[in-house]
């Protein structure tokens, strides 16, 4: 059984940075790639990034893209969000998630069928 664990959440003042990492374990892993989303509270979970391991395409919603950046290191099957000039609606908890094998990349997250448990993203002063 595939397990994903995000870490590297916390408490940032706005503008400042943070990286999360999202590691999976537990067996072959085969999906085409992995997506990041987030939810903060009273709304749904939204789409932030995702990477295609296709043909290396990465995703952005446009409320991250030019601050937020994604990349993957292959040998430890993990993926990383450099997130950069974090604003106050940035808080929320912060999900990575794959599709279930053969299945692509999407912003549907209702199309992702592993989560990890989440890393909570505060931006405040």
């Known amino acids: 059984q595939v397990q994903l664990v995000e870490s590297g959440g916390g408490v940032v003042q706005p503008e400042g940075s943070l990286r999360l990492s999202c590691e999976a374990s537990?067996?072959?892993?085969?999906?085409?790639?992995m997506g990041w989303f987030r939810q903060a509270p009273g709304k749904e979970r939204e789409f932030v990034g995702a990477l295609s391991w296709i043909d290396g395409a990465i995703y952005y919603a446009d409320s991250v893209r030019g601050r937020f950046t994604i990349s993957r290191d292959n040998a430890k099957n993990a993926m990383y969000l450099q997130m950069n000039s974090l604003k106050t609606e940035d808080t929320a908890v912060y999900y990575c998630a794959a599709p279930r094998p053969g299945v692509g990349v999407t912003q549907n997250p209702r199309l992702y069928t592993y989560w990890g448990q989440g890393t909570r993203v505060t931006v405040s002063s």
């Open positions: 537990g067996g072959t892993f085969s999906s085409y790639g």
